[in-house]
C-alpha cells in the first residue's frame, strides 16, 4: 500500500467477487473479503451511454484491484455469505487511476448503482 493510500484509505468495505453461476444463471459468491477503503455517496450523479445509465449510490475509492463489475460491496465489515442478504450494492462501475506519486500501486474507484 502507498504511502497516501495508507494514511487515506482508513475505512473498511466487505466485498463479494462473483465466482460464476448455477444452472439457474444466479451468481454464486467467493466468501467476502475485508477491504481498505474510503467512500462517498453522490445521489444526483449519473453514469453510462444512452440507454444504460445508472443512478449512482456509493463510489468506494481504494487499491484494491480484484474487483469487477457485477460483484457487490458494503461499507462496514460483514460475514454473510450472501451480499444482498448484507445489503450490499452491485458494482456498476469501476475506474482506474495512476498512482501519481508513488508509483506502487493504482487507486479505484468501484461506483454502485441502482
Same mark, same amino acid.
Given at each position: 500500500?502507498?504511502? %497516501?493510500?495508507?494514511?487515506?484509505?482508513?475505512?473498511?468495505? %466487505?466485498?463479494?467477487? #462473483?465466482?460464476?453461476?448455477?444452472?439457474?444463471?444466479?451468481?454464486?459468491?467467493?466468501?467476502?473479503?475485508?477491504?481498505?477503503?474510503?467512500?462517498?455517496?453522490?445521489?444526483?450523479?449519473?453514469?453510462?451511454?444512452?440507454?444504460?445509465?445508472?443512478? #449512482?449510490?456509493? %463510489?468506494?475509492? %481504494?487499491?484494491?484491484? *480484484?474487483?469487477? *463489475?457485477?460483484?457487490?460491496?458494503?461499507?462496514?465489515?460483514?460475514?454473510?455469505?450472501?451480499? #444482498?442478504?448484507?445489503?450490499?450494492?452491485?458494482?456498476?462501475?469501476?475506474?482506474?487511476?495512476?498512482?501519481?506519486?508513488?508509483?506502487?500501486?493504482?487507486?479505484?474507484?468501484?461506483?454502485?448503482? #441502482?
Amino acid at each position: 500500500m502507498s504511502n %497516501t493510500a495508507n494514511w487515506a484509505y482508513t475505512a473498511k468495505a %466487505t466485498l463479494w467477487r #462473483v465466482s460464476g453461476e448455477n444452472e439457474y444463471g444466479k451468481k454464486i459468491f467467493h466468501p467476502p473479503e475485508l477491504i481498505y477503503c474510503d467512500y462517498g455517496f453522490d445521489s444526483a450523479l449519473k453514469l453510462g451511454d444512452i440507454g444504460s445509465g445508472f443512478v #449512482v449510490k456509493n %463510489t468506494f475509492w %481504494t487499491e484494491y484491484s *480484484q474487483a469487477n *463489475q457485477g460483484d457487490f460491496i458494503l461499507v462496514g465489515e460483514s460475514l454473510e455469505a450472501d451480499p #444482498v442478504k448484507a445489503g450490499a450494492d452491485e458494482i456498476k462501475h469501476i475506474i482506474r487511476y495512476a498512482d501519481t506519486f508513488e508509483r506502487i500501486a493504482d487507486d479505484y474507484a468501484l461506483i454502485t448503482g #441502482v
